[in-house]
Protein backbone atom coordinates (compact mmCIF):
# COMPACT_ATOMS: atom_id res chain seq x y z
CA UNK A 1 0.00 0.00 0.00
CA UNK A 2 1.26 3.55 -0.91
CA UNK A 3 -0.34 6.46 1.32
CA UNK A 4 0.41 10.14 0.07
CA UNK A 5 -0.38 12.27 3.12
CA UNK A 6 -0.75 15.95 1.27
CA UNK A 7 -1.58 19.11 3.00
CA UNK A 8 -6.04 18.95 2.00
CA UNK A 9 -6.55 15.00 1.15
CA UNK A 10 -5.08 11.86 2.00
CA UNK A 11 -4.52 8.76 -0.74
CA UNK A 12 -4.28 5.38 -0.59
CA UNK A 13 -3.50 2.63 -3.01
CA UNK A 14 -3.42 -1.01 -2.75
CA UNK A 15 -2.15 -2.94 -5.57
CA UNK A 16 -2.05 -7.06 -5.81
CA UNK A 17 0.95 -9.07 -6.00
CA UNK A 18 0.89 -8.68 -10.19
CA UNK A 19 1.17 -4.88 -9.35
CA UNK A 20 -2.50 -4.07 -10.43
CA UNK A 21 -4.53 -1.41 -8.31
CA UNK A 22 -7.21 -3.46 -5.89
CA UNK A 23 -8.87 -0.31 -4.82
CA UNK A 24 -8.17 3.35 -3.99
CA UNK A 25 -9.53 5.63 -1.23
CA UNK A 26 -9.65 9.74 -1.80
CA UNK A 27 -10.58 11.18 1.88
CA UNK A 28 -9.80 14.78 3.66
CA UNK A 29 -6.86 15.07 5.56
CA UNK A 30 -8.22 16.54 8.74
CA UNK A 31 -6.48 17.68 11.91
CA UNK A 32 -5.66 14.59 13.25
CA UNK A 33 -3.42 12.88 10.61
CA UNK A 34 -2.83 9.59 12.22
CA UNK A 35 -6.84 8.83 12.73
CA UNK A 36 -7.62 9.91 9.50
CA UNK A 37 -4.91 7.31 8.34
CA UNK A 38 -5.95 4.62 10.33
CA UNK A 39 -9.54 5.46 9.03
CA UNK A 40 -8.67 5.48 5.23
CA UNK A 41 -6.95 1.64 6.03
CA UNK A 42 -9.93 0.66 7.33
CA UNK A 43 -11.82 1.56 4.78
CA UNK A 44 -10.00 0.23 1.84
CA UNK A 45 -9.72 -3.03 3.62
CA UNK A 46 -13.13 -3.34 4.14
CA UNK A 47 -13.46 -2.32 0.37
CA UNK A 48 -11.32 -4.67 -1.04
CA UNK A 49 -12.18 -7.64 1.79
CA UNK A 50 -8.78 -8.07 3.63
CA UNK A 51 -7.78 -7.71 6.79
CA UNK A 52 -4.33 -5.64 7.20
CA UNK A 53 -2.34 -7.95 8.27
CA UNK A 54 -2.14 -8.75 4.73
CA UNK A 55 -0.61 -5.58 3.77
CA UNK A 56 2.95 -6.59 3.14
CA UNK A 57 4.07 -3.38 3.08
CA UNK A 58 3.03 0.44 3.69
CA UNK A 59 5.19 3.18 1.96
CA UNK A 60 4.43 6.80 2.53
CA UNK A 61 4.58 9.77 1.33
CA UNK A 62 3.33 13.43 0.97
CA UNK A 63 4.39 16.07 3.60
CA UNK A 64 2.94 14.39 6.08
CA UNK A 65 4.13 10.82 5.51
CA UNK A 66 6.06 10.49 9.23
CA UNK A 67 2.46 10.65 10.58
CA UNK A 68 1.43 7.31 8.79
CA UNK A 69 2.36 4.04 11.99
CA UNK A 70 3.98 0.99 10.60
CA UNK A 71 5.45 2.39 7.30
CA UNK A 72 8.08 0.02 5.93
CA UNK A 73 9.73 3.24 4.42
CA UNK A 74 8.79 7.23 3.82
CA UNK A 75 9.81 8.65 -0.01
CA UNK A 76 9.08 12.11 -1.18
CA UNK A 77 6.43 12.66 -2.75
CA UNK A 78 8.68 13.63 -6.22
CA UNK A 79 10.14 10.48 -6.16
CA UNK A 80 6.52 8.56 -5.79
CA UNK A 81 5.02 10.95 -8.00
CA UNK A 82 7.10 10.09 -11.03
CA UNK A 83 7.26 6.48 -10.40
CA UNK A 84 3.61 6.58 -10.37
CA UNK A 85 3.00 8.03 -13.37
CA UNK A 86 5.77 6.59 -15.32
CA UNK A 87 3.37 2.67 -14.59
CA UNK A 88 0.34 4.57 -15.99
CA UNK A 89 2.46 6.44 -19.24
CA UNK A 90 5.29 5.10 -20.35
CA UNK A 91 6.23 7.88 -22.03
CA UNK A 92 5.72 10.25 -19.41
CA UNK A 93 8.58 13.33 -19.78
CA UNK A 94 7.23 15.94 -17.37
CA UNK A 95 5.03 15.91 -14.55
CA UNK A 96 2.94 19.06 -13.51
CA UNK A 97 0.99 18.00 -9.86
CA UNK A 98 -1.05 21.22 -8.75
CA UNK A 99 -2.38 20.32 -5.63
CA UNK A 100 -4.46 22.02 -2.74
CA UNK A 101 -1.37 24.48 -1.55
CA UNK A 102 1.39 23.49 -3.48
CA UNK A 103 2.51 22.69 -7.19
CA UNK A 104 5.76 20.46 -8.74
CA UNK A 105 6.96 20.58 -11.70
CA UNK A 106 9.15 17.16 -12.48
CA UNK A 107 11.28 16.16 -15.24
CA UNK A 108 11.60 12.83 -15.71
CA UNK A 109 14.70 10.79 -16.98
CA UNK A 110 14.48 7.97 -19.60
CA UNK A 111 15.27 5.03 -16.34
CA UNK A 112 12.62 6.14 -14.47
CA UNK A 113 14.41 8.52 -12.37
CA UNK A 114 13.68 12.37 -11.46
CA UNK A 115 16.16 14.30 -13.67
CA UNK A 116 15.17 18.11 -12.00
CA UNK A 117 12.14 18.97 -10.33
CA UNK A 118 10.67 22.65 -9.14
CA UNK A 119 8.58 23.29 -6.62
CA UNK A 120 6.23 26.29 -5.41
CA UNK A 121 5.09 25.69 -1.55
CA UNK A 122 5.36 28.79 -0.93
CA UNK A 123 2.35 30.58 -2.23
CA UNK A 124 -0.96 28.91 -2.93
CA UNK A 125 -1.07 31.06 -5.95
CA UNK A 126 -2.56 28.65 -9.00
CA UNK A 127 -3.59 25.86 -6.45
CA UNK A 128 -6.91 24.56 -5.28
CA UNK A 129 -6.57 26.51 -2.35
CA UNK A 130 -6.43 29.37 -5.30
CA UNK A 131 -9.26 28.10 -7.30
CA UNK A 132 -11.57 27.90 -3.61
CA UNK A 133 -10.84 31.62 -3.11
CA UNK A 134 -12.13 32.84 -7.14
CA UNK A 135 -15.22 30.34 -6.85
CA UNK A 136 -15.68 31.78 -3.43
CA UNK A 137 -15.63 35.58 -5.19
CA UNK A 138 -17.32 34.20 -8.18
CA UNK A 139 -20.50 33.11 -5.59
CA UNK A 140 -19.72 29.78 -7.33
CA UNK A 141 -19.89 26.15 -5.94
CA UNK A 142 -16.55 24.42 -7.11
CA UNK A 143 -18.56 22.13 -9.59
CA UNK A 144 -20.03 24.64 -11.34
CA UNK A 145 -16.89 27.44 -11.17
CA UNK A 146 -15.06 24.23 -13.17
CA UNK A 147 -16.87 24.22 -16.38
CA UNK A 148 -18.18 27.48 -16.58
CA UNK A 149 -15.26 29.64 -17.78
CA UNK A 150 -15.25 26.99 -20.98
CA UNK A 151 -17.94 29.01 -22.26
CA UNK A 152 -15.75 31.97 -22.94
CA UNK A 153 -14.49 33.49 -26.26
CA UNK A 154 -12.61 36.77 -24.44
CA UNK A 155 -11.01 35.70 -21.17
CA UNK A 156 -10.44 38.41 -18.81
CA UNK A 157 -6.71 39.11 -18.55
CA UNK A 158 -5.05 38.21 -15.14
CA UNK A 159 -1.66 39.69 -14.64
CA UNK A 160 -0.90 39.02 -11.19
CA UNK A 161 0.59 35.76 -9.88
CA UNK A 162 -0.65 36.37 -5.78
CA UNK A 163 -3.96 35.14 -4.66
CA UNK A 164 -4.53 38.35 -3.00
CA UNK A 165 -4.32 40.54 -5.66
CA UNK A 166 -5.51 38.61 -8.60
CA UNK A 167 -8.42 38.18 -6.12
CA UNK A 168 -8.56 42.05 -6.35
CA UNK A 169 -8.45 41.69 -10.23
CA UNK A 170 -11.28 39.52 -10.45
CA UNK A 171 -13.39 42.05 -8.12
CA UNK A 172 -12.54 44.45 -10.27
CA UNK A 173 -13.50 42.82 -13.42
CA UNK A 174 -16.77 41.92 -11.96
CA UNK A 175 -17.48 45.91 -11.05
CA UNK A 176 -16.61 46.59 -14.89
CA UNK A 177 -19.31 44.08 -15.81
CA UNK A 178 -17.30 41.63 -17.44
CA UNK A 179 -18.81 38.41 -18.26
CA UNK A 180 -18.84 35.57 -15.59
CA UNK A 181 -17.33 32.86 -18.24
CA UNK A 182 -14.60 35.71 -19.20
CA UNK A 183 -13.35 36.12 -15.66
CA UNK A 184 -13.42 32.63 -15.06
CA UNK A 185 -11.82 31.55 -17.89
CA UNK A 186 -8.87 34.12 -17.26
CA UNK A 187 -8.41 32.74 -13.54
CA UNK A 188 -7.59 29.46 -15.71
CA UNK A 189 -5.17 31.13 -18.15
CA UNK A 190 -3.50 32.61 -15.04
CA UNK A 191 -2.62 29.30 -13.24
CA UNK A 192 -1.58 28.22 -17.06
CA UNK A 193 0.77 31.06 -17.24
CA UNK A 194 2.55 30.53 -13.76
CA UNK A 195 2.76 26.55 -15.15
CA UNK A 196 4.75 27.48 -17.84
CA UNK A 197 6.85 30.21 -16.16
CA UNK A 198 7.91 27.04 -13.90
CA UNK A 199 8.55 25.09 -16.60
CA UNK A 200 10.41 27.59 -18.49
CA UNK A 201 13.91 25.83 -20.34
CA UNK A 202 13.18 22.72 -19.44
CA UNK A 203 13.48 20.85 -22.70
CA UNK A 204 11.70 17.20 -22.48
CA UNK A 205 10.64 14.76 -25.22
CA UNK A 206 7.00 12.95 -24.53
CA UNK A 207 4.34 13.27 -22.76
CA UNK A 208 3.06 16.04 -20.39
CA UNK A 209 1.00 14.43 -17.47
CA UNK A 210 -1.64 16.29 -15.61
CA UNK A 211 -2.41 15.33 -11.73
CA UNK A 212 -3.08 16.41 -8.46
CA UNK A 213 -7.16 17.89 -7.38
CA UNK A 214 -6.46 20.65 -9.87
CA UNK A 215 -6.60 18.29 -12.74
CA UNK A 216 -10.25 17.45 -12.09
CA UNK A 217 -10.82 21.14 -12.97
CA UNK A 218 -12.23 20.83 -16.56
CA UNK A 219 -11.71 24.49 -17.38
CA UNK A 220 -8.04 23.85 -16.09
CA UNK A 221 -7.50 21.20 -17.88
CA UNK A 222 -8.64 22.58 -20.87
CA UNK A 223 -6.04 25.39 -20.55
CA UNK A 224 -3.30 23.14 -20.17
CA UNK A 225 -4.35 20.97 -23.19
CA UNK A 226 -4.12 24.34 -25.31
CA UNK A 227 -0.82 24.93 -23.85
CA UNK A 228 0.90 21.91 -23.39
CA UNK A 229 -0.15 19.42 -26.94
CA UNK A 230 0.58 15.90 -25.70
CA UNK A 231 -0.93 15.93 -22.15
CA UNK A 232 -2.27 13.26 -20.44
CA UNK A 233 -4.50 13.34 -17.58
CA UNK A 234 -4.69 10.13 -15.56
CA UNK A 235 -7.89 8.36 -14.94
CA UNK A 236 -7.72 9.75 -11.02
CA UNK A 237 -5.10 12.62 -10.56
CA UNK A 238 -4.89 12.37 -7.60
CA UNK A 239 -3.62 8.57 -6.47
CA UNK A 240 -0.55 9.07 -8.67
CA UNK A 241 1.77 10.01 -5.57
CA UNK A 242 0.38 6.93 -3.51
CA UNK A 243 0.35 4.34 -6.91
CA UNK A 244 4.10 5.26 -6.81
CA UNK A 245 4.27 4.46 -2.72
CA UNK A 246 2.78 1.08 -3.27
CA UNK A 247 5.20 0.11 -6.48
CA UNK A 248 8.09 1.02 -3.99
CA UNK A 249 6.38 -1.14 -1.40
CA UNK A 250 6.32 -3.77 -4.03
CA UNK A 251 9.74 -3.55 -5.24
CA UNK A 252 11.55 -3.68 -1.75
CA UNK A 253 9.06 -7.41 -1.40
Known sequence: MGIDVGSVSINAVLIDRNKKIMDYVIDYSGYDHRESVERIIRTICMKTGIHRKDIKRI???????????????????ITCHAIGVRALYTNAALVIDIGGQDSKIIKLSKDNIVETFMMNDKCSAGTGRFLEVMAGVMKMDMQEFSSYGMKSRRPYRISSTCTVFAESEVISGIAKGVAKEDIIAGIYESIVSRIKAMVGSMDY????VLTGGVAKNEGVASSMKRKFTTIQVPFEPQITGALGGALIAWENG
Not at 63 to 71: A, I, K, L, S
Open 59 to 77: VATGYGRRNVPDTYKTVTE
Open 205 to 208: VGDV
